[in-house]
């Protein structure tokens, strides 16, 4: 399994998320997963009903598989109407399946690496802050450290390539905290 598992919740395959992971995890021991190419069911609350969770044919099981056997996961989303991708938002909700089908699915999240790229036009560095406290509470519920949030400011592809600090930046911090 790889070290970084990312989680790429981008709807644009050239964006910049895609820009930010070419740049910063290319000669890593990565995996990325683009949200956007896997079939993800919006999740269905059963908490009322003698079904714990109804059982889908999608890609969700074998996303979540991944997710458990990354060492460091790293979600990169850019920032829709001041919050994460519809697709990264619904891969997240299903988590609440995977604790009730996975019996472990909480012991087997504690202690796991969560960093977080966030990359957006209308001044993500203040604006993008409710990602980060999603992420935060997130992150606790499950017993997972969110190490480090980054975020950036671009518009259109490419933009954030313009501004090599924020790459390199993300790098040395992987570099730095974790040894590749």
Known sequence: MSKF???NGSSRYAGNCAAVVE??????????FRLKDFAITQYEDYRETSLKYKSVSDDYDYLINRFLLGEVIVFISPVYWYGISGTMKVFIDRFSESLKKIPDFRLRCQGKN????????????????????????????LGMSLCQTFKGAAERSGDILKQPDFVLSIKNYLESNFSI
Do not use: H
Not at 24 to 29: A, E, H, Y
Not at 120 to 137: C, L, R, S, V, W
């Open 5 to 7: 598992v990312i989680f």
């Open 23 to 32: 740049k910063v995890f290319s000669g890593f021991d990565a995996e990325e």
């Open 114 to 141: 969560i960093v977080l790229i966030v990359i957006g036009g209308d001044n993500p560095e203040t604006k993008a802050d409710i990602i980060t406290t999603q992420f935060q509470y997130i992150c606790d519920f």
